[in-house]
């Protein structure tokens, strides 16, 4: 979570809520399809923006 700017926290606790999960659930699912395709410090920062492009579109 400290990956992340207030905004962004605001923004990721709406499209928790949005889908039914807690905003840590939310960035763990994130974060493990992208463990899947990549190696730890590429999933990091890809989840980060994946987070970034998912709340930004409502998704």
Known sequence: ME????????RIAAA???DG?????WLRTIV??????EELEDALVGAHFTVA?????GL
């Open 3 to 10: 990956l992340f700017t207030v905004v962004d926290l605001e």
């Open 16 to 18: 928790a809520a949005r």
């Open 21 to 25: 999960q807690s905003p840590v659930e």
């Open 32 to 37: 493990l399809e992208r463990l899947d395709a």
């Open 53 to 57: 492009t998912r709340t930004a579109a």
